[in-house]
C-alpha cells in the first residue's frame, strides 16, 4: 500500500482549512432548520472528563432546540476505549457519537473508517447552521481531526497542552524563579524538595503507560523531537531519547515524593493540591480541582507557565478529542447526530470548557473574551499560558495504531528508570520489543 508521509498528512489538513469560505458563501443563503430532526433519538457515548460532564450538564438546550432527544454516557478512559473498538468492530455500535483521543485512535479509527467525513455535512448549508463559524477553529485542531487521506472524520473539541503547575507560596518563600530551561526545572526541583517535612520539589507521571506523555516533555526539546521518523521508522534507542531518559529519571529520583513509580495523574493532582509538590507537569485539563476551595490546599497560590525549554526546540505536548459521528448509523441518526456536534463544540460550550478550567479550546474565540476572562476563577497567567501553549504545541504521542501497546512497552522502561535502571538499556529493550510490533502494524495498514 502506498505510504502516506506526515507532509501529506499536513497538506490535507491545511485544504480542508480552504472550505470555511465556501461554507460561509452558502450559509448566506441558508434553508438550515435546528428542527429537521425533531423526534429523532441519539446515543452518545464520551469519555469521563470535565468536559464531558460540562456537555451532559447542558444537553436540555439542545433538546430543546432541535426536538432531538439524546441518551448520553461518560465512561472511564480506558474502558471507554475498549467499549468503542469492540462495538465498532462488531460492526453494529450502540452509539451514533463517539467522543475520540485522537492521541490515541485517530490511525486506528481513521484506517477502519469507523467514523463519517462531515465535510459533506460541513459543506451543506441545509444541514450546518450559518453561525457555526468554522473558520474559529485553530488550524492545529483541525489538522489533528483530518486523517492523511484529507478526510475530516471528527469534530475538533478541544486540544489538551501540557503547561507547568507551581505553586507561589512555595516559590515566594524560597525566593525563587520559575524555570525557562529543563536544567532550571530540575534545579529548582532540587532546591525545594525537603524530603523530611514532606515537601517535594516535583511531582509526575511515573505509573507505566500514563509517564511516556511526562517522558515526550523532555524529548519534545530535543533535535528528534519525534517517537517515529517519516518513514514510520522506531526512534526510542537514540541520544536524544537516552537523554530525555536521564533526565526523566533524575527528576523523579531525585525531587518527586516517594511511590511516585505508582502515580497517574490523579495521584499527581491531589499531591500538588495538598501543597506536597511544588512543581507539576501535566495537562491544562487538570486545573479546575486545584482552585476549589473546599477540595484544594493551594487554591488562589497556584501559578501557570508554559513547559521549560529544552537544549534545542521549545515544544509543549498537544494531546486532543474530537466528536465523530458512526458510519454505521442511518442515515437520519447521522443527520441528528451532526446536529449534535454543532451544539456540542458552539462557542458557548467552548467557552464553558475554557472559564471552568476543563481544558482548552478547539475554536479561537474563547480566548478573545475579556469579560469571561475576568469573571473567571483563573488568574490572567492561566490565559496567557494557553495562548503560548498553543504556539509551541507539537503532538505528544505518535500518530500509530498500537499507541498503548507502545505506552505500556515504552512506560515499562521508564518505570525501571525510578527505580535506578541503566537509561540506555531500557531503552534498548524497549525499542527491541515494540519495533516488531510496530512493523506488523503498519505492514498490515
Not at 68 to 87: C, D, L, N, T, Y
Not at 302 to 329: K, M
Request: aromatic share 10%; glycine share 8%.
Amino acid at each position: 500500500m502506498t505510504q502516506i508521509t506526515r507532509r501529506d498528512a499536513l497538506l490535507a489538513g491545511a485544504g480542508l482549512l480552504a472550505a470555511p469560505a465556501i461554507i460561509q458563501s452558502a450559509n448566506a443563503q441558508s434553508n438550515f432548520n435546528w428542527r429537521r430532526f425533531a423526534g429523532e433519538r441519539i446515543e452518545v457515548s464520551l469519555t469521563a472528563n470535565p468536559r464531558s460532564q460540562i456537555l451532559i450538564q447542558n444537553q436540555r438546550e439542545f433538546e430543546e432546540l432541535t426536538g432531538i432527544r439524546v441518551g448520553s454516557e461518560a465512561i472511564p478512559e480506558q474502558q471507554h476505549r475498549q467499549k468503542f473498538v469492540i462495538e465498532f468492530a462488531s460492526g453494529r455500535p450502540s452509539f451514533d457519537v463517539i467522543g475520540i483521543s485522537l492521541h490515541v485512535n485517530k490511525r486506528q479509527v481513521g484506517r477502519a473508517r469507523w467514523t463519517t467525513d462531515l465535510k459533506p455535512m460541513l459543506a451543506d448549508p441545509t444541514m450546518t447552521s450559518p453561525d457555526f463559524d468554522f473558520q474559529d477553529f485553530g488550524a492545529g485542531a483541525v489538522a489533528y481531526s483530518t486523517q492523511a487521506d484529507g478526510r475530516m472524520d471528527t469534530l475538533p473539541e478541544f486540544t489538551d497542552y501540557f503547561i507547568l503547575y507551581y505553586n507561589k507560596e512555595i516559590f515566594q518563600r524560597a525566593n525563587v524563579q520559575v524555570p525557562r530551561t529543563y536544567d532550571e526545572l530540575y534545579e529548582t526541583a532540587r532546591r525545594l524538595t525537603d524530603a523530611r517535612n514532606g515537601q517535594f520539589g516535583f511531582v509526575g507521571r511515573g505509573l507505566r503507560n500514563a509517564n511516556v506523555v511526562l517522558y515526550s516533555c523532555f524529548l519534545l526539546g530535543t533535535q528528534q523531537r519525534d517517537y517515529v521518523d517519516a518513514n514510520m521508522r522506531l526512534l526510542t534507542d537514540t541520544p536524544d531519547a537516552i537523554a530525555s531518559g536521564e533526565m526523566y529519571k533524575k527528576l523523579l529520583r531525585d525531587t518527586a515524593p516517594p511511590g511516585v513509580a505508582g502515580f497517574n495523574w490523579n495521584e499527581c493532582q491531589t499531591t500538588f493540591a495538598q501543597g506536597r509538590a511544588a512543581m507539576w507537569l501535566d495537562g491544562v485539563g487538570f486545573a479546575t480541582p486545584l482552585e476549589d476551595q473546599a477540595r484544594s490546599r493551594v487554591a488562589g497560590k497556584v501559578g501557570y507557565a508554559v513547559v521549560p525549554r529544552g537544549q534545542v526546540r521549545h515544544h509543549c505536548c498537544l494531546f486532543g478529542t474530537g466528536l465523530g459521528i458512526s458510519a454505521a448509523s442511518n442515515e437520519r441518526k447521522r443527520g441528528a447526530a451532526w446536529y449534535y456536534l454543532q451544539w456540542a463544540v458552539n462557542k458557548q460550550n467552548q467557552l464553558r470548557f475554557l472559564t471552568s478550567g476543563a481544558g482548552a479550546p478547539a475554536r479561537e474565540s474563547p480566548y478573545r473574551n475579556e469579560e469571561a476572562i475576568r469573571s473567571s476563577r483563573f488568574g490572567r497567567d492561566y490565559f496567557e499560558t494557553l495562548i503560548a501553549s498553543g504556539r509551541i504545541a507539537h503532538p505528544g504521542l505518535p500518530e500509530i495504531v498500537p499507541v498503548t501497546e507502545f505506552r505500556d512497552t515504552l512506560g515499562a522502561g521508564l518505570t525501571n528508570l525510578i527505580g535506578g535502571a541503566d537509561v540506555a538499556t531500557e531503552l534498548r529493550r524497549a525499542t527491541e520489543a515494540f519495533r516488531p510490533v510496530l512493523e506488523q502494524s503498519e505492514r498490515a495498514t
